[in-house]
Structures are given as structure tokens and as C-alpha cells.
């Protein structure tokens, strides 16, 4: 069946605009993360969506990255007024349920701020 | 909240030695822990994991360790292939959290 998928791969864009990066989960699953992993470095978490319950939104660097999920699936993460240290792949991530733990994660789509 | 340090950052093996990478955690509520294999360019895969109830498991080449008491745990590849080059990274939660907290990850390196 399908992985997760992101979109779009590649996103180049000029310091203090506007982006938005859209996942879209393997269906059927419940459970929706975002990291973030800059050049050579470890997984960050940004932001953690379960069901129809609040959004886990602990790990958001600042109140200009956001994220919401529509009707429990796609999701958008949006960052405002990008910054060059907003540079990096954001990865998306889903699981089948609470419980079930394995993540699955999608190809990431590779951020550059100029 | 969880911290999760994992070393070596880099290693290299000669292909068929194994290797060895471990991992400590904080948070001693955490009972999941997730090992994932990152091949250049591509995204994480899990490989193997553990819940707390038990010591060891194996998959064929790939086995892991847990000791609670020290709050650490083991990756061990044994037999190493060329295949296995990769950034390895360890992962820590707890069934009421889900929230994953990753190692900075281990670069493998297996030399033919």
C-alpha cells in the first residue's frame, strides 16, 4: 500500500516568507508527527497529533511554526516569516494507533532558507 | 521530559566484526525503545525495538538490550555487511506519552 508521502520534496524560498508543507499519513492511521533534522543532526520532534484530541505541540521551536491535521489525515505545517536556521528536512511521521508505536516516516521535504 | 544519549557518534567496522552502539534515557517511566537505520538521502526505517518487560531481543543479525536499573540499552549487529552502512538512531517513550525523544544517531561505518 502507499507510505506516507510530503509534499512538495524540495522547498527553496527567500528569508521572511511564508511556507507550508503538507503530509499525507498512511490511511488508517490515527497518529501524525513532524521532526525536524538539520543537516548531519538527530530527529527533533516539533508536534504530535492523536485523533480528534489536542495536539501535542511541545517541541515547536517558536510561535512562528504551527501545524494542523483536517478531518484526522492531511496535514500542514507552516512555518511564518522563515528564517536561514529554519533550513533543514521535515519529516513526517504516522503510526496505526495509540499503542502500536512503530512510526512510519515520510521522504521528508528538504527546507532552504536564502 | 526524556534525554536520550547515544554513542559512539561515528563508527567503523570492518565488514563481518560486529558492532556495538548504546544509548542512555532519563525519564525512568520510558518502556518503548525503538532502534531506526537512516541510509543516505533516504528516511528512517525501523529496524528493532523492545518494551521494558523484557531483556533481549533478537532478529537475526540485529539484537538488542535493556537494562532498567541502569536505564540504558544496546544495538548489536553482529556478521557486519557493507549494507549495513547507515545512521542509526535509538528512540525512548513511554506507553502513556508515544512522544519519541532520538538519540543524535551513530554513523556506521563498515569497511569492505
Known amino acids: 500500500g502507499a507510505g506516507v508521502s510530503q509534499s512538495p520534496s524540495n522547498k527553496v524560498t527567500e528569508k521572511g516568507k511564508d511556507v507550508e508543507l503538507r503530509c499525507d499519513p498512511i490511511?488508517?492511521?490515527?497518529?501524525l508527527y513532524w521532526y525536524r533534522q538539520s543537516l548531519g543532526q538527530g530527529l527533533e520532534f516539533l508536534i504530535y497529533f492523536q485523533g480528534n484530541s489536542a495536539p501535542d505541540k511541545s517541541g515547536l521551536p517558536s510561535d512562528r511554526f504551527s501545524a494542523e491535521r483536517t478531518g484526522g489525515s492531511v496535514s500542514t505545517l507552516t512555518i511564518q516569516r522563515t528564517q536561514q536556521e529554519d533550513s533543514a528536512v521535515y519529516l513526517c511521521?504516522?503510526?496505526?494507533?495509540?499503542?502500536?508505536?512503530?512510526?512510519?516516516f515520510g521522504p521528508g521535504t528538504r527546507l532552504t532558507v536564502t | 521530559g526524556e534525554n536520550v544519549e547515544q554513542h559512539p557518534s561515528t563508527l567503523s567496522v570492518q565488514e563481518g566484526d560486529s558492532a556495538v552502539i548504546k544509548c542512555t534515557y532519563s525519564?525512568?517511566?520510558?518502556?518503548?525503545f525503538p532502534w531506526y537505520k537512516q541510509e543516505l538521502g533516504k528516511r528512517p526505517q525501523l529496524i528493532i525495538d523492545?518494551?521494558?518487560?523484557?531483556g533481549e531481543k533478537k532478529d537475526q543479525r540485529i539484537a538488542v538490550t535493556l537494562n532498567k536499573t541502569a536505564k540504558h540499552f544496546s544495538l548489536h549487529i553482529t556478521e557486519t555487511q557493507p549494507e549495513d552502512s547507515a545512521v542509526y538512531f535509538c528512540a525512548a517513550s513511554d506507553f502513556g506519552n508515544e512522544k519519541l525523544t532520538f538519540g543524535t544517531g551513530t554513523r556506521l561505518t563498515i569497511i569492505p
Open positions: 511521521a504516522s503510526s496505526l494507533a495509540r499503542g502500536s508505536y512503530e512510526q512510519y
Open positions: 523492545i518494551r521494558s518487560n523484557v
Open positions: 525519564d525512568s517511566a520510558s518502556n518503548y
Open positions: 490511511s488508517g492511521h490515527t497518529a
